[in-house]
C-alpha cells in the first residue's frame, strides 16, 4: 500500500512516500480504508519535535528517543471498512467510520487497523470522509477541556483565545452547542470565520487586549500558548476555570504556585482517545451542531506540503489530507 513515512525528525521535508505492506486485521480489530487523515499538532510535533519549553525530553520519551517510534503519521481518519478480524462486532465491512488513534498514528496510509474498542465511530451521515476526518482531534480537544475538565454549563461565558486553529475553531462549537455565550480572539483577517462558526463576539487581538476584561468569563480556554494565570486570573469570575491546551512547562508550574482567589483555577494536560466522545461529536455533528472548517486539501502524495501549510501563520482550521479521493 501507499503510505508516507518519516524516519528522522525534522522539517515537512523529512516526509517521504513508501510502499509498505497492507495490514490484516487481527482478532478485535477493524481494516479501514482510508481515505482521509489531517495535520495535527500530534502529527506537527511528533515530526518536527518543537514542543514547548520545558517538555523536549518528555516529547523523545514519547515519540521516540533518537527516531520516530511510529514512522507513519495520522493522527486521525475516516474511510470505510473493508474487513474485521475474528470477535468484531460493532463494525462490518462497508460502515464509513472516523477514528482517533491520537500518538498511535498511522493515518499517512491507504490502510489502517485499529481496534473496534478504541476510538472509532460511526461517521455522521451528512458529513463527507474531509470533513469527517478532521473531527476527532479539534473535538475531542475541546470537549475534554470545555466539559470534562471546565464543568462548561449554559449560559457560561466563555473567552477562546487563539480561536481559528484546529482546536480553537472547534471549541467555538463546542461551546456554543454546550450553551455558552464565546467570545473568541484571532487576527483580523480571521475574524468573519469566528462569526461564522457561532461566535457571539469577536476580538482582533493586535487591537484590544483581551485580558483587559474584569471578572468577565467563567471559563477561559487559551491554544495559543501566551496565557497566563497572573495575566489572565483577573479575568475571571469567582470560581472561573482558565484551561492551557497548549503551554509551556513554566507556565504549568506557574498555574501551581500562583495566589488564587475567589474558587479560581488553573489547568492543563491532555486530552485522551475514547470512543464514546467521538459518538458525542458524531451526534452534534449530526444535529448540525459541529462541522470542522477546512482550510486546505492535499493529496497524499504531497503530505510534507501539507505540514508546510499547517505551519502558515495564516491557517484557519483544519489541514485535510486526501487518502483516496474516489
Same mark, same amino acid.
Not at 492543563?268 to 448540525?288: C, K, N, S, T, V
Given at each position: 500500500?501507499?503510505?508516507?513515512?518519516?524516519?528522522?525528525?525534522?522539517?515537512?521535508?523529512?516526509?517521504?512516500?513508501?510502499?509498505?505492506?497492507?495490514?490484516?486485521?487481527?482478532?478485535?480489530?477493524?481494516?479501514?480504508?482510508?481515505?482521509?487523515?489531517?495535520?495535527?499538532?500530534? /502529527?506537527?510535533?511528533?515530526?518536527?519535535?518543537?514542543?514547548?519549553?520545558?517538555?523536549?525530553?518528555?516529547?523523545?520519551?514519547?515519540?521516540?528517543? *533518537?527516531?520516530?517510534?511510529?514512522?507513519?503519521?495520522?493522527?486521525? *481518519?475516516?474511510?470505510?471498512?473493508?474487513?474485521?478480524?475474528?470477535?468484531?462486532?460493532?463494525?462490518?465491512?462497508?460502515?464509513?467510520?472516523?477514528?482517533?488513534?491520537?500518538?498511535?498514528?498511522?493515518?499517512?496510509?491507504?490502510?489502517?487497523?485499529?481496534?473496534?474498542?478504541?476510538?472509532?465511530?460511526?461517521?455522521?451521515?451528512?458529513?463527507?470522509? /474531509?470533513?469527517?476526518?478532521?473531527?476527532?482531534?479539534?473535538?475531542?480537544?475541546?470537549?475534554?477541556?470545555?466539559?470534562?475538565?471546565?464543568?462548561?454549563?449554559?449560559? /457560561?461565558?466563555?473567552?477562546?483565545?487563539?480561536?481559528?486553529?484546529?482546536?480553537?475553531?472547534?471549541?467555538?462549537?463546542?461551546?456554543?452547542?454546550?450553551?455558552?455565550?464565546?467570545?473568541?480572539?484571532?487576527?483580523?483577517?480571521?475574524? /468573519?470565520?469566528?462569526?461564522?462558526?457561532?461566535?457571539?463576539?469577536?476580538?482582533?487581538?493586535?487591537?484590544?487586549?483581551?485580558?483587559?476584561?474584569?471578572?468577565?468569563?467563567?471559563?477561559?480556554?487559551?491554544?495559543?500558548?501566551?496565557?497566563?494565570?497572573?495575566?489572565?486570573?483577573?479575568?475571571?469570575?469567582?470560581?472561573?476555570?482558565?484551561?492551557?491546551?497548549?503551554?509551556?512547562?513554566?507556565?504549568?508550574?506557574?498555574?501551581?504556585?500562583?495566589?488564587?482567589?475567589?474558587?479560581?483555577?488553573?489547568?492543563?494536560?491532555?486530552?485522551?482517545?475514547?470512543?464514546?466522545?467521538?459518538?458525542?461529536?458524531?451526534?452534534?455533528?449530526?444535529?448540525?451542531?459541529?462541522?470542522?472548517?477546512?482550510?486546505?486539501? *492535499?493529496?497524499?502524495?504531497?503530505?510534507?506540503?501539507?505540514?508546510?501549510?499547517?505551519?502558515?501563520?495564516?491557517?484557519?482550521?483544519?489541514?485535510?489530507?486526501?487518502?483516496?479521493?474516489?
Amino acid at each position: 500500500m501507499k503510505a508516507i513515512a518519516y524516519s528522522n525528525y525534522g522539517p515537512p521535508d523529512v516526509l517521504k512516500p513508501v510502499d509498505l505492506p497492507k495490514p490484516a486485521p487481527k482478532p478485535g480489530e477493524v481494516l479501514v480504508r482510508i481515505r482521509a487523515t489531517s495535520v495535527t499538532a500530534g /502529527d506537527y510535533r511528533a515530526r518536527s519535535l518543537d514542543m514547548p519549553s520545558g517538555f523536549g525530553l518528555v516529547g523523545r520519551l514519547v515519540f521516540g528517543p *533518537f527516531r520516530p517510534r511510529r514512522q507513519v503519521l495520522g493522527a486521525e *481518519f475516516s474511510g470505510v471498512v473493508e474487513a474485521v478480524g475474528s470477535d468484531v462486532t460493532r463494525f462490518a465491512p462497508g460502515d464509513r467510520v472516523f477514528a482517533y488513534p491520537g500518538a498511535g498514528f498511522g493515518g499517512y496510509a491507504e490502510y489502517a487497523v485499529i481496534a473496534e474498542t478504541a476510538a472509532i465511530a460511526l461517521m455522521p451521515a451528512d458529513l463527507d470522509f /474531509d470533513e469527517a476526518a478532521a473531527i476527532s482531534f479539534g473535538g475531542a480537544t475541546a470537549l475534554n477541556f470545555l466539559r470534562d475538565k471546565a464543568g462548561i454549563k449554559p449560559g /457560561d461565558r466563555v473567552l477562546i483565545i487563539g480561536a481559528s486553529g484546529t482546536v480553537g475553531s472547534a471549541a467555538v462549537q463546542v461551546a456554543k452547542a454546550l450553551g455558552a455565550h464565546v467570545t473568541a480572539t484571532a487576527s483580523a483577517g480571521k475574524l /468573519d470565520m469566528l462569526r461564522h462558526l457561532g461566535a457571539d463576539e469577536v476580538i482582533d487581538h493586535s487591537r484590544e487586549n483581551p485580558a483587559a476584561a474584569q471578572s468577565a468569563y467563567d471559563i477561559i480556554l487559551d491554544t495559543s500558548g501566551t496565557a497566563t494565570y497572573p495575566k489572565y486570573g483577573s479575568s475571571l469570575k469567582p470560581g472561573g476555570r482558565l484551561l492551557l491546551v497548549s503551554a509551556n512547562l513554566w507556565q504549568h508550574i506557574g498555574t501551581l504556585f500562583a495566589r488564587k482567589s475567589g474558587g479560581r483555577k488553573a489547568s492543563g494536560g491532555y486530552a485522551p482517545e475514547r470512543a464514546e466522545d467521538l459518538h458525542f461529536l458524531a451526534d452534534l455533528a449530526a444535529r448540525g451542531g459541529f462541522k470542522p472548517h477546512i482550510d486546505k486539501r *492535499f493529496p497524499l502524495a504531497e503530505a510534507a506540503q501539507a505540514h508546510r501549510y499547517y505551519e502558515n501563520p495564516a491557517r484557519k482550521g483544519n489541514v485535510v489530507i486526501t487518502v483516496d479521493p474516489a
